[in-house]
């Protein structure tokens, strides 16, 4: 049976101001944003119905528009409220929320400096990013490269910069695998197409600098719960050399959480103690977070 499609479902949408029917979140097909990727957004989870960093989100997703060049007509305070009252209309309890921004149809051309700015928030039930995730993931070296931050706005999480990752996840599932791990413009290892990378050595994690993509707040958060259990994190840059010196790896996303990886391109990892850590930690905070 195929899979619901996501404008087909019952439940409701927050769009520019107010709750509608799920199926009638639509947009014109001369939105600029369909155009011109002049679009920004958040993926966020919710455990137990409590938005996970929710305000973090929030304030992304306005650094994101800003770094465009639009500013968001609701404050961050009102989109957690709008987020808050969402899951609960929902009735969800553990959901996936997506918030976006972007420039509608009221000009068209690339310049649009007098284009509305549009903002929804929808969510879903959604459980692992990756299917058998605890079995650890395969990932292939993507064919695309991220981009170097004077090519692209590369600390916005701005759709226009999800193109190679889609061309770069579809290459990797052709050939077999779950995802695909990209490079960054120097030849560095970067991240996943919707995730950040660790590694381990000796008991230390080794992850890349993010000088050119996203600076997760999963990649934040496990750093920090790393560190307070006294094991060294070293942010760096990461040459693909090195990748056969490392034991374990893993990813780190809102959606992915904290995802084993078991294979780079050919090479072994052993999803082990470093990574169970991780995830557990995570899951107590995600959970502790929702009992607050
Ligand atoms: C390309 C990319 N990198 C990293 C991340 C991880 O970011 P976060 O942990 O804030 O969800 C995401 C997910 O949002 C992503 O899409």
Redesign the pocket.
Known sequence: MAAQAFHDRDGWVWMDGSFIPHRDAKVHVLTHALHYASCVFE?ERAYGGVVFKSHEHSQRLHQSARILGFELPYSAEELDRVKRELVAKQGFSDCYLRALAWRGSEQMGVATARSDVHVAVSAWEWGDYFADKMKGIRLMIAPWRRPAPDCAPTNS?AAGLYMI?TLSKHAAADAGFDDAMMFDWRGQVA?A????IFFVRDGVLHTPTPDC??N????QTVIAQARQRGVEVIERAIFPNELATFSEAFL????AEITPIREIAGLAFKPGAMCEQAMSDYAALTRRKNAA
Do not use: I, P, V
């Open positions: 993926g999480k990752c991240e197409t919707g995730a950040n993509f996203l997760g707040l999963t990649r780190t996303g809102s959606a």
